[in-house]
Structures are given as C-alpha cells and as structure tokens.
Antibody
C-alpha cells in the first residue's frame, strides 16, 4: 500500500515562496510521477500540475506557469512542490497524489498572511 | 482547458436513499473520468476510475457510468459515512480539471 506523507503546515508572508514535500513509502518507483492539487478554504479541488514519465516532463496548469516547480528526489523517494510569489489567494491545503489518484498525502496547509 | 460541471451542487438525502450525481465535460473525454469522495478535513478518496471501474476496497453501492461528455455517479443505499462532497475529474488531457463538487448532506 503506497503511503504519501507530506510536510507540515507553513505560514508565509506575501511575496515569499513555499516548498512542500511528499515522501513516498510502501513502493519504490523509478519515477515518482506525483501530481499536485490544492484546495482553498471552503472551495473545490484545483489541479496544479504533475509529472508525466512518458513525456519526461512536468506539466503545469497555465495559471501557475512560471510560479510553480515540481521536482523529485528518487534517492529519498520524495517529491517537492515549490510555489513562489505567494499572495493571500494561495492560502490553501496542498495535496500530492499519485498520477492514478489512488493515493493522496494528508495535505499541507499553507497560510499566506502579512 | 476542458470544463467540468456537476449537478446538483448540493442535495439532501436520507440513509438508504439512492443518490445520482451528474458530471458533464465541455468536450468528449471518452471514459477518462474519475470520481472522488471527500469528507471534511480529509484528502479526497478515489471511488471510480475510467468512468465505471470500482476502485479496490470501495463498497459496491457506488457505481459509475457514461462516456463522451456525460457521466453519472450513483450511490445505491446511502450510508451514514457517505455524507460527503463528491468530485469528478477528467484525466483525458492536461490540465486534469475537476468538477466543482456535489455536497451530499443529511435530510
């Protein structure tokens, strides 16, 4: 059973960056192929981006292009999502999930506040 | 981007009821459609993939149907633990857009 464990909550100031980690256990992939989804308070789910091994690249939603970077460290089975130039509208719970959608991390709350 | 819509946005139902939620894509997505359940404060849980395939461990009262642009999630015999929000998501192309969700609460 694949388990995804994410890093803890973060509080950031506007303009800062945040980096969320997602550690995979119970499975040793050659590539992690993680996707990232966020959920603002009281709102729905928003897909941010994901790694596509067939294409060998990470694809991002247009509105995050240039602000989000997804990386992975296969030596530690950990994926990372970094979001820069934060505004209050980026306050949300951020989830990592497998590409198939069958395993999700517990979520990381990111609060952006001055 | 493919737009996903769901109806209704919310519904009230009783334990034992049969519940149907509809999801529509703005263009054909074949059968590349997933359904998720999300309870408050928890991560989404995959219920149905490829429009009609039941994810392992999910009770058989959940079923999915449809292809192309119109899809349905049915819960046959609502249980107390089924009161939650349900989302559809297309996996046909990027971005993998979600529907806005359908909240199922207790009548």
């Amino acid at each position: 059973q694949v388990q995804l464990v994410q890093s803890g909550a973060e509080v950031k100031k506007p303009g800062a960056s945040v980096k969320v980690s997602c550690k995979v256990s119970g499975y040793t992939p050659t590539e992690l192929s993680m996707h990232w989804v966020r959920q603002a308070p009281g709102k729905g789910l928003e897909w941010m981006g994901g790694f596509y091994p067939k294409d060998g690249e990470t694809i991002y939603t247009q509105r995050f292009q240039g602000r989000v970077t997804v990386t992975e460290d296969t030596s530690t089975d950990t994926a990372y999502m970094e979001l820069s130039s934060l505004t209050s509208e980026d306050t949300a719970v951020y989830y990592c999930a497998t590409a198939f959608g069958d395993s999700w991390g517990q979520g990381t709350l990111v609060i952006v506040s001055s | 981007d493919i737009q996903m819509t769901q109806s209704p946005s919310s519904l009230s139902a009783s334990v034992g009821d049969r519940v149907t939620i509809t999801c529509r894509a703005s263009q054909s997505i074949s059968s590349y459609l997933n359904w998720y359940q999300q309870r408050p404060g928890t991560a989404p849980k995959l219920l149905i993939y490829a429009a009609s395939s039941l994810q392992s461990g999910v009770p058989s009262r959940f079923s999915g149907s449809g292809s192309g642009t119109d899809f349905t999630l049915t819960i046959s015999g609502l249980q107390p633990e089924d009161f939650a929000t349900y989302y559809c998501q297309q996996s046909y192309t990027t971005p993998r857009t979600f529907g806005p969700g359908t909240k199922v609460d207790i009548k």
